[in-house]
């Protein structure tokens, strides 16, 4: 069976520091892979997707990166983090090909002190 | 450009009582529509989906929801609630094919009162 796994769970980090967040799935191979962010009343919004390796599409600008080094590993960095950065940052995957429903992993919390 | 509007953020109901969370979409191509449970601190977990077919889908925690092609809404209800039913709630869209993106709501929450 497939799972994803996120990590950390929970994140403070002081302004200005740097930040990696990693995502990896098992059981599967050449997923969708997706990084969404959600702030407090302010539903799931899509940060980045990306359909293979190196493949990377941002939905919005902002002060993050996403990377996909290996097929099945996406990670979500930021050179320098800002207070508006702190939120509860979700990775999920989805299948190739149609009629797809995607996956969630377990979610970080971030908190930008 | 894709949306989906969840006009209710957030419902309150008695234990027992029938539940019905509100879901518009905006879609430019034939649309894939999810509804998704969240506890909190947790992941999403999806409880139905609807892309052809029989417009009245079954989930799981017996939860089920109708499209309506004419009003662009794909409304979840449960005839009675429980309270572990309370959660946040996401309604989302997802193209046919994968590989594009995938638009959530901004969420409703439920509270489930004794």
């Known amino acids: 069976s497939q799972t994803i796994h996120q990590w950390p769970a929970t994140l403070v980090q002081p302004v200005g520091s740097p930040l990696s967040l990693e995502c990896t799935v098992e059981g599967t191979s050449n997923p969708n892979l997706y990084w969404y962010r959600q702030a407090a009343g302010r539903g799931l919004q899509l940060l980045f997707y990306?359909?293979?390796?190196?493949?990377i599409s941002s939905e919005v600008p902002q002060n993050l990166s996403a990377s996909r080094p290996q097929d099945r590993q996406f990670i979500l960095s930021s050179k320098k983090l800002l207070l508006s950065d702190s939120g509860f940052y979700l990775c999920a995957w989805r299948r190739q090909g149609r009629l797809t429903e995607a996956f969630f992993g377990q979610g970080t919390r971030l908190t930008v002190v | 450009a894709q949306s989906v509007t969840q006009p209710d953020i957030h419902i309150t109901v008695s234990e027992g009582a029938s539940l019905e969370l509100r879901c518009n979409y905006s879609y430019g191509a034939t649309p894939y529509l999810f509804w998704y449970v969240q506890s909190p601190g947790q992941g999403l977990q999806l409880l139905l989906k609807y892309f052809s077919g029989d417009t009245l889908v079954q989930g799981i925690k017996g939860f089920e929801a109708e499209f309506k092609r004419s009003q662009s809404s794909f409304n979840l209800r449960k005839p009675s609630v429980h309270w572990s039913d309370a959660a946040e709630y996401f309604c989302a869209v997802g193209a046919v094919f994968s590989g594009n993106q995938f638009y959530f709501g901004t969420g409703t929450s439920l509270t489930v009162i004794p």
């Open positions: 990306s359909v293979g390796i190196g493949q």
